[in-house]
């Protein structure tokens, strides 16, 4: 073999290994980048959750000091509602938690 075929081999190598470790540093951060954006879709369903229970507990005190009720039930349906949508974006913040463990 000549000193010429073993400098394309050599340097044949070296680019297949620059290709390759290319290849997983953009895999990765892609999966970085898809990481980061759950984490950010998690944290803004957190604050949605947090607005929805403010509105419970603002309905649920408008009940006893404004109109008069002596109890509340989830039966009531703007309490049944609230419940429901903080169910939901309780389910979606569980379901995002499960794609970024995975």
Do not use: C, H, W
């Amino acid at each position: 073999m000549s000193f010429g075929d073993r400098m394309k081999e050599y340097f044949g190598k070296g680019l297949e290994t620059s290709r390759d470790l290319m290849a997983k540093a953009g895999a990765k951060a892609q999966d970085l980048g898809e990481k980061g954006v759950l984490k950010l879709e998690i944290t803004q369903l957190q604050g949605q959750v947090q607005k929805l229970l403010g509105q419970l507990g603002t309905e649920v005190y408008t009940s006893f000091t404004e109109k008069g009720f002596q109890s509340v039930s989830s039966e009531d349906p703007e309490i049944s509602a609230l419940v429901a949508q903080i169910s939901e974006v309780k389910k979606s913040i569980e379901k995002r938690e499960n794609e970024l463990k995975s």
